[in-house]
């Protein structure tokens, strides 16, 4: 059994290889078996009885991910209280219980691939692909597993994506800057890669871009090769428990120590911890006198595990140690100790590839950052992730161009210093689509305005959805017109492009189009005088097509007051988890969920302007907040770190105090607002603006004001109303480089 990477892309062309190279009929896939898990089978069984689709839905929303019938029966009161309560849902129950488990297709393994010394038929039994819309592939029966005791030569030729990333991020250096890299050639000892690492600045780097990892990494300060392995090797169940005890030997914190002098040879390179199963070997020669053979056969034990085949080395091992001046109970704890370390056992040379992958794209990451992140963006496939990573690219000092049709390729691509983005990366834009505006744009030039671009484009690959998506991403904005403007005409635009593309197609000419060969002045309808969208609606256009805000964020408009209403961002909370945390943040997505005894609880997911954080909403906190809320809100939110981290431990999560809607914020916060005026500044235009935004805007802040003359002559004012300090009011005072101080009054509840 074989496994081996490949890049991604590449993948094809060695199954292919190994198609020409064994022959047709000798090489094959390997067949899978899917069950009928709790979901599929009730849905199943319900469509049966003439349920429909979309109430079976419903029903299956309240199984808990993983579990079989009786279990979300027993775990899940929403799901129990269904079915307990109609006759229909009983019954479909009842039946999902029979035929849980059971085969209900066959599929193809992703990646296996099965080798015979010959022709297939005469040693296993096969079969044909059933997979609606797959190619009709010949398919070994048996399972992998089995393959492997039939002593069949099985091959897992799998897909790196990581491999692919170093490719792309390589060809895109030669584009951009015509420098060829020899990635195979690195030298091991570059002193920016291990800089990048220690910094934790490990996003896009491979086996080092989890939360712990990077926080081992920062702590670890790798400086050589070696330790790149022991991480990848180290940082696994099991033996994680050993990496503070690696890195505080490597600092010289703590004594490396040895249970005897003979392992010290052995183990020195990695402070006296036993990290690889090559360690194991050796000192089993060194101290027991295992043959090269033994010592092989007691790796292969500790990879598969198996604790009965280790216990027939025991013997042979504390003999020979004893007969090489190891004491007995020295031995037997080394051995004992092996026997744990069997649990986790990771082969050096496993580790070792996979150190050096790691190490290449830390390398180009740290020399070439922005073909590195480009690469990185164009092969994410899954849009909510894609959000994440350009705010990488921000914190990196990578800026992030909106995508142009004029500009933009099919994937994000490199221009200067700055990442364009790319049209794949738009929500409804199709290979169709995108081929056709690049294909039209380098053949005839760019684009000049909507009815130009429909004119030029077929109604079969550019249709209504792919100009809202076009106009909504900002793509059109170096067009005529606003994006509201733009809008307003699609259906006129686009009848431009069936009848001229039409003839086009077919060949046909009229005597107007010879006419236009003479006179290629484009005669097109003036766009229509209507509002510009606003910024918050424009933004959340955006966010419908993209999956994320690229113009700007809804919170901008705000953002001079929330710099005083927060005194912490969803990224910087370490220095703060014992005080009160204040954000702003805008609603995400709300998770409502029922915990066993019924009770009603919620995840509430916000953004601001640094990233996303939760709030957990349980018990009085669910009935107090949970009605105030609504996706798409702006709330001010206060209360303390939760003690609950879930599966990203990178994310901040709120216990809240405190959940103010923005729209009464000025009801509910209290403050002060503290003015210090030179007398020059007060001009008629300033105190016209400032009267009317603190007129317009009443609440429960104080506003005390010292005016001061250059003779230094002060005269202090007190407003006789409170007022609430607006972003606009806020603003104002920046722009005339005002000197003001605002502070938030805690609440009692708040503390």
């Given amino acids: ?36 898990q709790a979901k599929s089978v009730f849905k199943d069984v319900a469509r049966v009885l003439m349920l429909p689709a979309s109430e079976a839905n419903n029903i299956t929303k309240t199984i808990p991910f993983g579990k079989s019938l009786e279990e979300a029966y027993q775990d899940s009161p929403d799901f129990r209280n269904l079915i307990d309560n109609n006759e229909i849902y009983q019954s479909i129950y009842k039946h999902s219980l029979v035929l849980e488990g059971l085969i209900r297709q066959t599929g193809i393994h992703p990646a296996g691939v099965v080798i015979a010394p010959g022709d297939l038929k005469e040693y296993v039994p096969l079969t044909r692909s059933t997979q609606k819309g797959a190619e009709n592939n010949i398919l070994v029966q048996y399972e992998g597993k089995w393959l492997g005791e039939l002593k069949f ?29 020899d990635i195979d050639n690195l030298p091991l000892t570059d002193k920016k890669v291990y800089q990048l690492l220690s910094r934790g600045d490990t996003d896009g780097i491979f086996q080092f871009e989890s939360e712990g990892m990077r926080k081992y990494l920062m702590d670890l300060k790798p400086n050589m090769f070696e330790d790149l392995i022991a991480m990848v090797a180290l940082y696994r169940p099991g033996p994680m428990k050993f990496i503070d005890t690696y890195i505080a030997r490597k600092h010289k914190k703590e004594k490396v120590t040895y249970d005897h002098p003979i392992m010290e040879a052995t183990l020195k390179e990695t402070y006296g911890v036993t990290v690889y199963q090559e360690q194991v070997m050796r000192i089993s020669m060194e101290m027991a006198n295992f043959t090269r053979g033994e010592a092989d056969s007691l790796r292969k034990a500790m990879s598969k595990k198996s604790l009965d085949l280790l216990m027939q080395f025991q013997e042979k091992f504390i003999q020979g140690a004893i007969s090489n001046g190891v004491p007995e109970n020295v031995a037997a704890k080394i051995w004992n100790d092996w026997l744990d370390f069997a649990q986790y056992a990771f082969n ?12 290449r794209t830390a390398w180009l990451k740290a020399h070439y950052p922005v073909e590195f992140m480009a690469a990185l963006l164009s092969l994410e496939d899954d849009p909510a992730k894609i959000p994440v990573k350009i705010e990488v690219c921000k914190s990196m000092g990578i800026k992030i161009l909106p995508p142009n049709i004029n500009r933009s390729e099919k994937e994000f691509s490199v221009h200067g210093k700055e990442v364009l983005f790319g049209l794949k990366a738009i929500k409804n834009m199709g290979e169709a689509a995108i081929n056709a505006i690049i294909e039209e744009r380098q053949k005839n030039g760019p684009f000049t305005n909507i009815f130009n671009f429909c004119s030029r484009l077929d109604s079969t690959a550019v249709n209504k959805t792919v100009l809202e998506s076009l106009i909504a991403s900002g793509a059109m904005d170096e067009l005529e ?42 005669d097109y309808p003036s766009l229509p ?8 609606y424009q933004l959340e256009k955006e966010k419908e097509v ?4 690229l113009g700007g964020h809804p919170l901008y408009e705000h953002r001079h007051l929330i710099r005083y209403l927060s005194n912490v961002n969803s990224k910087s909370t370490r220095e703060l988890e014992s005080k009160n945390l204040r ?34 909403l349980f018990n009085k906190d669910f009935e107090t907040f949970y009605p105030l809320l609504e996706q798409g809100k702006i709330y001010f939110v206060s209360g303390t770190k939760s003690g609950y981290t879930g599966n990203d431990e990178s994310l901040l999560r709120i216990s809240p105090q405190q959940i103010v809607p923005l729209e009464d914020w000025k009801n509910i916060l209290k403050g002060e607002l503290k003015l210090n005026l030179p007398l020059e500044k007060l001009t008629t235009r300033f105190l016209e603006d400032f009267a009317r935004l603190v007129n317009n805007n009443e609440g429960n802040f104080s506003l005390k004001t010292i005016i001061y003359t250059d003779d230094g002559d002060n005269y202090k004012l007190e407003a006789t109303k409170n007022i609430f300090p607006s972003s606009a009011l806020l603003e104002l005072l920046e722009n005339n480089r005002l000197d003001y101080h605002l502070r938030l009054f805690e609440d009692e509840k708040s503390g």
Avoid at 155 to 161: E, P, S, T
Wanted: net charge negative.
């Fill in 583 to 616: 954000l702003v943040g805008i609603v995400i997505s709300i998770n409502r969920k029922r915990d066993n005894k019924g009770n009603l609880y919620a995840f509430i997911e916000f953004e601001d302007l640094s990233g996303p954080f939760e709030v957990a």
């Fill in 546 to 549: 993209l999956g994320f805000y």
């Fill in 153 to 181: 030569l099985k091959m897992d030729v799998l897909g790196l994506k990581t491999l692919t990333l170093i490719q792309k991020t390589i060809d895109m250096v030669k584009e951009s800057q015509n420098i060829d890299i």
């Fill in 529 to 536: 005088e209507v509002e510009k969208w606003s910024y918050s």
């Fill in 1 to 36: 059994d074989i496994d081996i990477d490949f890049c991604a892309q590449g993948r094809s062309k060695v199954i292919d290889y190994l198609i020409q190279k064994y022959g047709r009929n000798s090489v094959t896939q390997i067949v899978t078996f899917s069950t009928l």
């Fill in 481 to 522: 017109g606003t994006r509201a403007q733009k809008w307003a005409v699609i259906e006129q635009a686009l009848s431009y492009n069936t009848g001229a593309q039409r003839d086009k197609r077919v060949g046909q000419t009229s005597l107007f189009d010879l006419i236009s060969e003479e006179n290629e002045t484009e």
């Fill in 348 to 359: 050096k040379s496993h580790a070792t590839c996979y150190a050096l992958v790691a190490y």
